[in-house]
């Protein structure tokens, strides 16, 4: 729906004292939610999630058990592990008896591909191995990635150990986003060129300046820490987190993990960057079947991505058009993104946002609304406010950013 039209937005109705005439509280949602639709903008990529029930909301997020450790490995055939992809202990990712291959062989020598045999579980840190079949496990000590191939069971064995994930509560908070509108009698009264109902056209004026206010939100807000450190949303100012501090700091704790944030270094963006951002992201679990991925850019970004390759652009003779574009970028990996320009994004910053984790979420029964205060003198006043609050889903495997990018 177009953004000129004021079809959505009816009239208010009488102040009597009847009471099937009274009207004390218009829904403007449907004001904003058209907004949002005709917004090419970030916030016509985020949808509209259920209502929350308070202004601290939760979410769950469940995960797997990792399918792959960092090691670092001896010549003498043991792997002492360094990291994991998302789980906390080697028992919940390996067992006695199973395979594990390494990433990236350490040479192209085609029997090279280093599988080995789990031939005992010494602690949540620790792995001894052996070579397994012909494989001979000869190269010098150095730090890799391991696969586990496969987790043998025997028929005579007793169950295995329940390594069931304990899943993760994330939370935000909702945030309060008000304008106020005032119309004198004189000017109420008055027959003004272009503009048929002064209301309508002051409720469509602020929307439109509340969805500035909430672009920027979603990407830059911060939750309110109280003096102690401690996250809150129990002071009437609250304010919820955005975009790009769930990505520095997902578990709102004010301690920055940065999973998915890769700096610069001041360099300008390359393709490369992008792709090893991706990889990063399919590493971590995302970019799964249920992914819609879009890079976020801002003006600065988006005209180094339209530099691309544009050598390769055929010009025919007689061609009038000029300049050169990009609103799709085709991965390594075959997914294709669409570039989506956004006014507030800084410019030294490119994120990758799933969209089928994200969504905005209004408070219940505190919707996008216009309420009359009581009048002063001969002017009316009204209240143009509603609560909202954004869900990011799985921060640390899902999205990224990259940053300190030279514009």
Known sequence: MAITSTIFMAAPGAYGSILRTKLDKIDCSQVLAAVLVADRQLLGHIKMGPTATNTEFNWIEDDLNAAQFEGYTSVSGSIIVVGFTGSASLYGVIREGGLVVRKDPYDSTPSAHYVMRVSSVTGASTLITASYGSTTYTTASCTATWYVAAQPYGDSSDASTDISRVRVKRFNFTQIFERALEIGQTRKGMDMEGITDELQYQIKA?????????????????????????????????????????????????????????????????????????????????????????????????????????????????????????????????????????????????IILDRSRIALRALSGDEWHLEKMAKTGRSEKWQLSGQYGLELRNAEQCHGMLYNLSG
């Open 206 to 350: 602020r929307t439109l300046e509340i969805k500035r206010e909430l672009d920027m939100a979603v990407l830059y807000s911060r939750a309110y820490f109280s003096g102690a450190n401690i996250s809150t949303g129990a002071i009437d100012e609250r304010t919820f987190h955005g975009i790009i501090e769930f990505l520095r700091d997902p578990d709102i704790d004010k301690t920055r993990e940065d999973t998915m944030v890769t700096s610069g270094a001041g360099a300008a963006l390359t393709i490369a960057h992008i792709n090893d951002l991706l990889y990063k992201i399919y590493d971590g679990g995302g970019l799964d079947e249920t992914a819609d991925p879009i890079i976020l850019v801002g003006p600065a970004q988006q005209r180094v991505i339209a530099g691309w390759d544009k050598e390769l652009r055929r010009v025919e003779q007689g061609e009038r058009q000029v300049g050169y574009y990009r609103d799709i970028f085709l991965s390594d990996m075959g997914l294709e993104l669409p570039v989506v320009l956004d006014r507030w994004v800084q410019e030294d910053k490119v």
